[in-house]
């Protein structure tokens, strides 16, 4: 019972925000490649925001603007049981 008057009261603090701070279109480039090795595991190499795009995700009525995160390289092994 708790939880549904939490969620109702968490909606009523944010409906005054609610999709009024629009943000402006843009669009990310990721790009991930996986190769199997054995049976069980496979190696990837994972590209976020190739293009090294600076973008809004949020925005606050105190002008606050958070971006998103900058172009990231990740690789590794992947292991499946």
């Known amino acids: 019972m708790i939880l549904p008057l939490l969620l109702l009261l ?3 603090i944010a409906w005054p925000t609610l999709n009024t701070l629009p943000l402006n279109p843009y669009t ?3 790009l991930q490649l996986s190769r199997p090795i054995t049976k069980w595991g496979e190696i990837f190499l994972a590209f976020e925001n190739i293009l090294d795009e600076t ?6 009525t105190d002008a ?4 998103g995160g900058p172009r990231q390289i ?4 992947r292991l499946t049981y």
Do not use: P
């Open 55 to 60: 973008y809004a995700v949020q925005r606050t």
């Open 28 to 30: 990310v480039v990721d």
């Open 10 to 12: 968490l909606a009523l």
């Open 74 to 77: 990740r690789g590794g092994v």
């Open 64 to 67: 606050i603007v958070t971006t």
